[in-house]
Nanobody
Framework: VQLQASGGGLVQAGGSLRLSCAAS????????MGWYRQAPGKQRELVAE???????NYADSVKGRFTISRDIARNTVYLQMDSLNPEDTAIYYC???????????????WGQGTLVTVSS
């Protein structure tokens, strides 16, 4: 049972990147999936999240620039990041809270983190 993120990298200011995160080992559809980020010397913060069947929720700092989407059937979440600026530089983590596993346990899942670096 894990989340696997990909898609980070180095991009110039004004550029775009697309992050992906897929869950494995989960048979049922995950209710909530999203993205956090942690910049050097700062606390981890919510970037965007999406409840199954609901509207997305974004941090004010990324509204209008980032778009979260999900493939419910594949338990995958994406983050399209446009108009990137150096303040977006951080490690991005996908997450899925209270995921029901086959053993009947609820787990909070975190991906391994993917680094996004935006140069000025």
């Amino acid at each position: 049972v894990q989340l696997q993120a990909s898609g980070g990298g180095l991009v110039q200011a004004g550029g775009s990147l697309r992050l992906s995160c897929a869950a494995s080992g989960i048979r049922l559809s995950i209710n909530t999936m999203g993205w956090y980020r942690q910049a050097p010397g700062k606390q981890r913060e919510l970037v965007a999240e999406m409840v199954r069947g609901g509207s997305p929720n974004y941090a004010d700092s990324v509204k209008g620039r980032f778009t979260i989407s999900r493939d419910i059937a594949r338990n995958t979440v994406y983050l399209q990041m446009d108009s990137l600026n150096p303040e977006d530089t951080a490690i991005y983590y996908c997450y899925a809270p209270r995921v029901l596993t086959a053993s009947g346990r609820f787990l909070d899942l975190w991906g391994q983190g993917t680094l996004v670096t935006v140069s000025s």
